[in-house]
């Protein structure tokens, strides 16, 4: 059975490729790359997330589809891998050639003919040639205990020719078939050349019954939708204030649910309610980083590919982790060089002070893109759920 790992290093060398071309192009670790050719990444301490990221990056690194390589993991993690990479990409078999050694199959046993049906050789008359020619089965005589009686009518005689009248089968009576002569043809047409009639006006009523259920039940969401946004019921006079503890539940209940912005900030300074910077995937693949922010609740990590950016959002403050080297962070276009803080985790910190004390953002920031950088070809919202 083939294995995926060697699939892998053998599409690698038929495209002449050497592991430093492998790196050059993933900038996945050296290490890392070995790792996947000879398989023990399976058995490293690594999270099976961060293992099939790297395999993934190695596979678009020497021009595998991105969906056969996910196609193969499966199929390798569930331990059915069929060598689906080496057919599509080297046109080779997924399984090793059968064992064609030549070994004879044993020979059935010849079967003699039923005697019943074993031709008769009959003797060839005196002074004449005997010539060999097919010769008339004997027919077979069942015994006389499996012959099955025939069937008797009512009054005791036997079923022939012009017999008529119910027959007694096993104890019951059948009546016999008609005779042809017998049967209304034309009544048979007429029946078969009626159609059945459809009920039209029960299926009408039920028709505009639901019509009528389905709006009254539009007519209801509607009103409740209105209740919800305007705290007024429909068809008073009468405000009702919302209840702020539910408004907190509800915004407690949802995932990763934005914090509202603190009051005492709202409109000090131009700066708007809610900050925005963008993680860049400038120099390689970000396989991930994580980030944490005060817009939601807690600390998770993401992937990005190489030339692509993610936008991520925060009130008060935002901390960045990982693979820093290939990471550009951009505010309004412009790169930040210098973090409010870098603690002891590595996590480099912004805040909103960093931006209010300097509106020009000319000590921390820089109004270019550097020479070998171009701009993030596509920029997308952090995903809400991962």
Excluded: C
């Excluded at 592991?19 to 690594?46: A, C, F, P, W």
């Excluded at 039920?206 to 007519?219: N, R």
Aim: avoid cysteine; aromatic fraction near 6%.
């Amino acid at each position: 059975m083939s294995q995926l790992h060697t699939d892998l290093q053998q599409v690698r060398k038929s495209r002449k490729m050497s592991i430093q071309d492998v790196y050059d192009k993933t900038r996945l670790s050296l290490e890392n790359i070995e790792k996947i050719e000879d398989g023990s990444i399976y058995h490293s301490d690594r999270n099976i997330t961060y293992v099939r990221s790297f395999i993934r990056t190695y596979g678009r690194g020497i021009g595998i589809n991105d969906s056969d390589m996910i196609e193969a993991l499966d199929k390798h993690e569930a331990g059915s891998y069929d060598g689906s990479i080496r057919t599509t990409y080297l046109g080779g078999s997924k399984e090793a050639p059968s064992d064609t050694s030549g070994a004879a199959s044993p020979e059935k046993p010849k079967t003699e003919p039923p005697a019943s049906t074993k031709p008769k050789s009959v003797p060839p008359s005196p002074g004449k040639e005997s010539t060999p020619g097919p010769s008339k089965p004997e027919p077979s005589v069942e015994p006389a205990e499996k012959q099955k009686p025939r069937p008797k009518v009512l009054d005791g005689s036997s079923i022939g020719p012009g017999k008529t009248g119910p027959i007694n089968v096993g104890g019951s009576h059948v009546s016999p078939p008609p005779k042809t002569g017998d049967v209304n043809w034309s009544d048979l047409g007429r029946r078969a050349a009626q159609k059945p009639t459809i009920p039209v006006v029960p299926i009408i009523a039920g028709v505009v019954i639901l019509l009528l259920l389905g709006i009254l039940l539009y007519w209801l969401i509607s009103s409740s939708d209105e209740y919800e946004e305007t705290g007024v019921v429909p068809d008073a006079t009468e405000t009702i204030q919302p209840d702020e503890s539910r408004a907190s539940s509800l915004l407690s209940d949802t995932l990763d649910a934005p914090v509202p912005p603190d009051p005492a900030r709202a409109g000090q300074g131009s700066l708007p309610d809610t900050l925005h910077v963008v993680v860049y995937a400038a120099r390689g693949n970000l396989e991930p980083f994580r980030v944490s922010s005060d817009t939601f609740d807690n600390r998770r990590p993401y992937w990005i590919e190489q030339g692509k950016g993610m936008r991520i959002a925060f009130v008060n403050e935002v901390r960045l982790s990982g693979s820093m080297n290939r990471m550009l962070v951009l505010y309004d276009d412009r790169v930040i060089t210098e973090f409010d803080e870098i603690n002891q985790q590595g996590e480099r910190i912004l805040r909103r002070s960093q931006f209010e004390s300097d509106p020009s953002l000319e000590s921390f920031t820089q109004s270019a893109l550097p020479d070998d950088i171009s701009e993030p070809g596509e920029i997308i919202d952090r995903p809400v759920i991962n």
